[in-house]
């Protein structure tokens, strides 16, 4: 069914936006439950999220494909460190990281949707993906920590991963 027939059905436009919201590929999600397509197996605490890869000219502007913007999902080794500052992390070309201080606390693979999800205990920590044989974050807070995630007692903490470094904003 196109648009127009939707239209000449007079169907509410708040009914267009809740199909629309629901549907999109990007948002990664399934409809039913707002839980990662991937990652469909019950997580009680932990970090759940969605791994992009994003090139090109994402430029805002009328030519700007959605599409492109929100990215390719990727499969990808996802680490997690305990929380880790610029200082301890190891880096000839930012944002990849030829090593860290301290040792990875778990690894998940994100799977053909970009999904991934991994138990953690309560704590703060910083997220990072295996891209080109090194590790590679480029989000940062103004304290200076790398990708930094709070996970809290009893709660899931849902993020978006996005390797950009191809990427022309």
Request: charged content about 20%.
């Amino acid at each position: 069914m196109n648009l127009s027939t939707l239209f000449s059905r007079k169907t509410s436009w708040a009914a267009l936006l809740i199909v629309f919201f629901l549907c999109t590929a990007e948002e990664c999600t399934s409809a039913q439950d707002d839980v990662p397509v991937g990652c469909s197996e019950p997580l009680q605490q932990g970090l759940r999220g969605v791994v992009t890869f994003k090139s090109g000219n994402l430029m805002p502007g009328p030519d700007l494909d959605p599409r492109a913007a929100a990215g390719q999902p990727v499969v990808r080794e996802v680490y997690i460190f305990p929380l880790t500052k610029l200082s301890e992390a190891f880096a000839t070309e930012a944002p990849f990281y030829d090593s860290l201080a301290t040792e990875p606390i778990a690894v998940a693979q994100s799977d053909s949707t970009g999904c991934f999800q991994v138990r953690l205990p309560a704590g703060h920590y910083s997220v990072f993906v295996r891209e080109k044989d090194r590790y590679y974050a480029n989000g940062f807070d103004g304290d200076g920590y790398i990708f930094p995630v709070d996970i809290e007692e009893d709660e899931v903490t849902d993020i978006s991963f996005d390797i950009d470094y191809e990427a022309a904003y």
